[in-house]
């Protein structure tokens, strides 16, 4: 079965960095485009970035242009989030997504919370 698994969030201060990681299985990895979305407190789940199944092209929100990056390694069945220049508004629970056959699966999350 598709399983989606995230790993990297903590605690980390404002203008701090962090790098989070989603390990996949149970599709061909290599064949999908890959997701990060993310979700505050009392906020709808947002999309933050995307990555196409090669690696090739790239699309991010405008809230975190210039701060965070998308990649994979399609060896390992892994795609990353790193996050550069942190504020206290991207915290918030961070989530690894894919389409497969018609369905939508997800992570069960991470957290990610910036403070002093």
């Known amino acids: 079965q598709v399983q989606l698994v995230e790993s990297g969030g903590g605690l980390v201060q404002p203008g701090g960095s962090l790098r989070l990681s989603c390990t996949a299985s149970?599709?061909?990895?290599?064949?999908?485009?890959m997701h990060w979305y993310r979700q505050a407190p009392g906020n709808e789940r947002e999309l933050v970035a995307i990555?196409?199944?090669?690696?090739?092209?790239?699309n991010y929100a405008d809230f975190v242009k210039g701060r965070f990056t998308i990649s994979r390694d399609n060896a390992k069945n892994t795609v990353y989030l790193q996050m550069n220049a942190l504020k206290s508004e991207d915290t918030a629970v961070y989530y690894c997504?894919?389409?497969?056959?018609?369905?939508?699966?997800w992570g069960q999350g991470t957290q990610v919370t910036v403070s002093s």
């Open positions: 990555i196409s199944s090669g690696g090739g092209s790239t």
């Open positions: 149970g599709f061909p990895f290599r064949n999908n485009d």
């Open positions: 997504n894919t389409a497969y056959k018609n369905w939508d699966y």
